[in-house]
């Protein structure tokens, strides 16, 4: 009589050593990615700044080159672009626009970035004076103040090597 109960004992034992099913947590991971995947998929699509996806209107980009940041902010560009402006100085007339990103002719997505450079007109240096500098330093300080250099090398017995003898322009001229 007590080997019916045995084998009772022993499957619930079995069924005990062998765990739950691991099914339904699967199921639910399933059904987690799923719906993760449509939330990014919608997210990607209503509100995305790739012009791919993008659901405003073409722009087709004008030579801004040459107009003043007056100018541009008066004319439609100005709301249907976001502008970004960078201000530089340059060889063009004071506070007009002398490069653009992306080029004229671009077609772009209104609300894109379009980077807008304004000139703050010509920037006017005092050339240091590095007459007897070591030619290193003389390079380091002339850079500094905003100047190219080009080395030349002269001999001159009235000074150690590697010392500055001149400049062209020299020091003090306003360049």
Do not use: C
């Amino acid at each position: 009589m007590n080997s019916g109960k045995g084998k009772n004992v022993k499957k619930q034992k079995a069924k005990a050593a062998k765990g739950f099913s691991m099914l339904p947590i699967f199921f639910g991971m399933a059904v987690a990615f799923v719906i993760g995947a449509a939330i990014l998929v919608y997210l990607i699509f209503t509100n995305s700044t790739n012009s791919f996806f993008s659901k405003h209107a073409d722009v087709q980009l004008i030579n801004f080159v040459g107009m003043t940041e007056d100018e541009f902010r008066a004319s439609d560009y100005n709301s249907s672009l976001l502008a970004k402006w960078v201000y530089e100085y340059n060889d063009a007339p004071e506070g007009t626009i002398f490069q653009q990103n992306p080029k004229q002719g671009r077609t772009v997505k209104a609300g894109q970035k379009v980077t807008l450079k304004v000139s703050l007109g010509t920037q006017w240096v005092t050339v240091p004076d590095v007459k007897t500098y070591v030619s290193d330093d003389a390079k380091k300080t002339l850079q500094d103040s905003g100047l190219q250099v080009v080395s030349k090398y002269v001999e001159d017995e009235s000074v150690a090597a590697g010392t500055v003898v001149y400049t062209e322009p020299a020091g003090g001229e306003t360049v």
